[in-house]
C-alpha cells in the first residue's frame, strides 16, 4: 500500500516538473510581449479598413482583449498607448452603444466603455448611455421565447444564441459593482440560467450555439457543437468570474459550470493544439481555426491562474493552445485561419482573419504573461 501511494507521489512530481519544465521553453515573458505587441499593432493598423461600425459586436471582442493588453502594457512599462487608442474609439462615438435595444451584441462595447470609466477616474460621460440601455432592458424585460425554431421577430430580444453569453452579462455584472444596484445583478443571472437552461448539453457538457441546431448533426454522426460558439460561452465565463465577488452565492453556479466544460474542452483539444471549427467531428474541418481555440485556451489559462483549474491538469493544454496561436500568426503581426461571421462550424483557410481573434489572441496572451511571471 505505501509502496503504491510512493509511486503515486512520484508520478504527481515527475508530471508536475515535466509540465513546469515545458512551459519554461515555451512562456517566457519577453517573447510573449512581443508577439502581443506585433499582432496588436498590426490589427490598430488595419483597424479602420476593416468597414464595421465601432459599436458593432466584432469590435466590442477586440476591445475587450485590447483592454487587457493596455492594463497589461501601463502596469508594466507605464504605456498608455493602447488606453489611447480605445478611448480615441470611445470619444468619436460619444460612448454609444449599438441600435437595437435588446440586442445583446450591442451592447458588447460597453463592457470596455465601462472599463475605461474606471481607468480614467469614473467619468460619468462614459457610463452614462449603458446606465440608460440597462435601466430600461431591466425595467421592459423582453417576454420573447428563447427558442429561435419560433421565427420570431423578437426572437434575438433576449439571449437565445450562445454568443449573447460573452456579449452582455458581463455589462451587467461591471455595472452592478460600479453602482451596487441589485437589479442588474438579478438580470444576469437570471436570463443566463434561462440561456443555459435551454442550450447547454448536459451529456455532453457544451453549449448548441442556438435551438435550431437541436438534432443536427455532422457528417460523423455527433451532434453539432461549433467551436467558437463553445468559446465565446468560455471567454465570457472567464469575465464573469474575473469580477465576480468571491463571497457571492451566485458565483458558485459559474464556477461549476465552467469547471464541467473546461474538463469537456480539454479532451477535445486536436493534436495540433487547435480546436476546430466543429468540436465533435474536426476530421470534416480539418483546418485550425484561432477563434474558437483563442478563446477556449484564454479561458483556461485565467482558470488556471484564477486557481480555478488544475495547474499540472490543464498547464500542457494551454502551452498547446498558445503554441498553435503562435504559429498561426504571420510575421507583421496579422492572425490567420479565424473563421468568419457565423452561426456554425465552416471552412477557414491561413488567410482569414477577423477582429475578434485578434482580441481573443490579445485576452489570451495577457493570461500567458501572467503564467510566465509564474
Known amino acids: 500500500m505505501m509502496k503504491s501511494v510512493r509511486i503515486a507521489w512520484i ?40 468597414h464595421s461600425a465601432d459599436t458593432n459586436w466584432e469590435n466590442g471582442a477586440l476591445f475587450v482583449g485590447m483592454n487587457h493588453w493596455a492594463a497589461l502594457a501601463k502596469a508594466l512599462w507605464g504605456d498608455n498607448t493602447y488606453y489611447g487608442w480605445l478611448w480615441k474609439i470611445g470619444q468619436r462615438n460619444e460612448w454609444q452603444l449599438g441600435g437595437r435595444m435588446y440586442h445583446a451584441d450591442d451592447i458588447a462595447v460597453a463592457q470596455t466603455w465601462l472599463a475605461l470609466a474606471e481607468v480614467y477616474g469614473g467619468d460619468n460621460r462614459l457610463c452614462d448611455p449603458t446606465i440608460a440601455r440597462l435601466d430600461f432592458v431591466t425595467s421592459h424585460p423582453s417576454k420573447a421565447p428563447l427558442d429561435l425554431r419560433n421565427q420570431r421577430k423578437d426572437n434575438f430580444d433576449r439571449w437565445s444564441w450562445c454568443d449573447a453569453l460573452f456579449m452582455a452579462p458581463p455589462v451587467y455584472l ?17 436570463e443566463y440560467k434561462a440561456t443555459t437552461d435551454l442550450l447547454y448539453d448536459r451529456e455532453e457538457h457544451l453549449f448548441f450555439r442556438d435551438a435550431r441546431y437541436f438534432g443536427k448533426l455532422e457528417r460523423n454522426g455527433r451532434k453539432t457543437f461549433w467551436g467558437r460558439g463553445n468559446g465565446w460561452v468560455m471567454a465570457g465565463l472567464a469575465e464573469i468570474l474575473r469580477m465576480m465577488p468571491e463571497k457571492k452565492k451566485q458565483r458558485k453556479y459559474y464556477v461549476r459550470l465552467f469547471q464541467e466544460m473546461s474538463c469537456r474542452l480539454k479532451d477535445l483539444q486536436q493534436p495540433d493544439g487547435f480546436w476546430h471549427a466543429s468540436l465533435l467531428d474536426p476530421a470534416s474541418y480539418p483546418a485550425p481555426e484561432t477563434s474558437s481555440t483563442g478563446f477556449i485556451t484564454y479561458a483556461l489559462a485565467f482558470g488556471i491562474n484564477a486557481h480555478l483549474l488544475d495547474r499540472v491538469e490543464y498547464l500542457p493544454t494551454v502551452i498547446r493552445g498558445w503554441q498553435a496561436m503562435c504559429s498561426a500568426v504571420f510575421p507583421n503581426g496579422k492572425l490567420g485561419y479565424v473563421q468568419p461571421i457565423g452561426a456554425d462550424p465552416q471552412k477557414v483557410t491561413r488567410d482569414m482573419t477577423e477582429v475578434y481573434g485578434s482580441g481573443a489572441f490579445l485576452a489570451l496572451g495577457c493570461e500567458m504573461y501572467h503564467l510566465a511571471e509564474k
Not at 505587441?37 to 493598423?45: E, L, P, T
Not at 453602482?179 to 442588474?184: I, R
Request: glycine share 2%; charged share 20%.
Open 174 to 190: 461591471k455595472l452592478y459593482l460600479l453602482t451596487g444596484k441589485k437589479k442588474y445583478l438579478t438580470f444576469m443571472n437570471h
Open 11 to 50: 508520478f504527481v512530481f515527475v508530471s508536475l516538473l515535466c509540465a513546469t519544465t515545458k512551459a519554461e521553453t515555451v512562456l517566457q515573458k519577453d517573447s510573449v510581449a512581443a508577439l502581443m505587441k506585433r499582432v496588436a499593432a498590426w490589427q490598430m493598423d488595419h483597424y479602420d479598413q476593416h
